[in-house]
């Protein structure tokens, strides 16, 4: 178990504004740190993980979000969750 302390400054996600190799690896690397943040803190509030966790999709680049599904997934972006 990883001792985080309890601070009042906001616990922040990764945001995902490149999709280079170097940058996804970086993101994932900060992502892990932050759900583990996140998970500690909760742990010792009690609070639901799940409603403090903020969502991937949350931490896209919007305009980037929307091009991805347009180009390269072709899927419609309301359609991602």
């Known amino acids: 178990m990883v001792n985080v302390p309890i601070t009042s400054s906001a616990i922040l996600p990764p945001w995902v504004r490149d999709i280079s190799h170097a940058s996804l690896v970086q993101w994932k690397k900060k992502r892990r740190e932050y759900e583990d943040a996140i998970s500690a803190l909760c742990s010792a509030s009690g ?3 799940s409603k403090a966790l903020m969502t991937v999709k949350s931490t896209f680049d ?3 979000l929307k091009m991805l ?3 390269d997934w072709e899927v ?3 359609s991602i969750t």
């Open 69 to 71: 599904c347009k180009y």
């Open 76 to 78: 419609p972006f309301e």
């Open 47 to 49: 609070e639901d993980i």
């Open 62 to 64: 919007h305009t980037l």
